[in-house]
């Protein structure tokens, strides 16, 4: 049981990994995605992408500006015109 | 014939000559593998957005209120070619590779009747097309300052673009560049980026069912943008790689020459110093002997 989810930034693939639940900043709301969520795609804003790695575990919190989530059969991909450090 | 300080000379200085172009197409090595590194890294983002423009695009294209990027203005009298050069020389052919390819879509385009106005990337192959189009050039891209062009690079000259573009200052854009087959080989290409053509390989039969967060159309004016970035940014990077490659073969080829006319004026000039010897002998002899 786990969601396929990569992050992919302009100039490179920031990661690519199998997690538990992403929580993505969509331009509607946060959204958590978990493994088999029907297909998605939205724009985000600036904010905090939330993974967490297994069941209620702490989450790793990625900041990204901008860009778009597709949820689809092969996972959650998070397109971000930035990743800040 | 030449003297012998002479040849000297030209062997000297034909030595430091290849001496610049060997460090030069070492720098050129060691810069390819980098610029061809990050070619790479920045695939898979296009890949996957061009996945999404797909599956959009082909919802939305049929409707009248599809934006305008992806539509186009409905004329197609002004062209604006978009032409990537590098800003440094000693790289073979490869700016004027690209100007030429740009040039002969001009004439083409104006033998159509049409407008066609130039914007300009990098420094080198300015000169060319301002003597050729004197009017024609509308703008230029300064990438001088920055060491290599990056995303922020293409990010801005996509929103020049499509400011120029909702100004209503030209119809179509085509973009220019050099696409990197391989370090022998780079290839100038031609890409029209406005309107955006909608890439193919779309499967939508599979997304049908996906949902929509703010609606498409919305998704698709934020996206269009974008895309134009992303694909502003592959020419660049691609450009980059294309550069350095053209600069390592045609140093390669020019330390080569060097040796070879090294060789040819070394041996030129051991035969001279020969005949110099044998004719001071001559003349030694010939003294002795009239005594």
């Known amino acids: 049981m786990a969601l396929h989810f990569e992050l992919v930034t302009p100039t490179k693939l920031v990661r690519t990994d199998d997690v538990y ?65 | 014939m030449a003297s012998l300080k002479e040849l000297k000379g030209r062997i000297n200085s034909v030595t430091s000559t290849q001496k610049i172009t060997k460090a030069k197409q070492m720098v050129a090595a060691a810069k390819l593998r980098k610029a061809q590194a990050n070619a790479e890294a920045a695939r898979p983002y296009a890949e996957r957005m061009a996945n999404v423009m797909a599956s959009l695009a082909g919802k939305v294209s049929g409707k009248e209120n599809a934006p305008k990027l992806l ?140 949902e929509y967060e703010p609606d498409e159309e919305e998704i698709l004016a934020e996206l269009l943008p974008r895309y134009l970035k992303t694909q502003i940014f592959g020419a660049l990077l691609e450009n980059a790689a294309s550069e350095q490659g053209a600069s390592m073969t045609a140093m390669d080829n020019a330390t080569r020459n060097a040796g070879e006319l090294i060789q040819k004026l070394t041996i030129q000039y051991n035969r001279s110093r020969q005949a110099a010897i044998t004719t001071e002998l001559i003349e030694i002899i010939a003294g002795a002997e009239a005594l």
């Open chain 2, 71 to 210: 539509s186009g203005t409905g004329s197609d009298q002004v062209h604006l070619l978009v032409v990537a050069n590098s800003d440094k020389g000693l790289c073979g052919a490869f700016n004027a590779n690209i100007v030429k390819a740009a040039l002969s879509t001009a004439r083409e385009l104006t033998a159509q009747g049409k407008t066609v106005q130039f914007y300009l990337i990098g420094r080198k192959g300015r000169a060319v097309i301002r003597r050729n189009y004197p009017k024609a050039i509308m703008a230029q891209f300064d990438t001088t300052e920055v060491r290599e062009p990056g995303y922020a690079e293409a990010e801005k000259i996509a929103e020049e673009l499509v400011k120029l573009y909702e100004d209503g200052k030209f119809d179509v854009a085509h973009l220019f560049y050099s696409k990197f087959r391989s370090a022998l080989l780079q290839e100038p290409t031609e890409q029209q980026i406005i309107p955006a053509p909608a890439p193919e390989g779309g499967d939508t039969a599979s997304q049908a069912a996906v």
């Open chain 1, 21 to 85: 639940m992403v929580v993505v900043p969509g331009s509607e709301g946060e959204f958590g995605v978990l493994e088999g969520h029907a297909p998605v795609m939205s724009t985000i804003t600036d904010g905090a992408l939330k993974v967490y790695k297994t069941e209620g575990a702490t989450p790793e919190e990625i900041r990204i500006q901008g860009g778009f989530a597709e949820v689809g059969d092969s996972g959650l991909t998070v397109l971000a015109e930035q990743v800040v450090d």
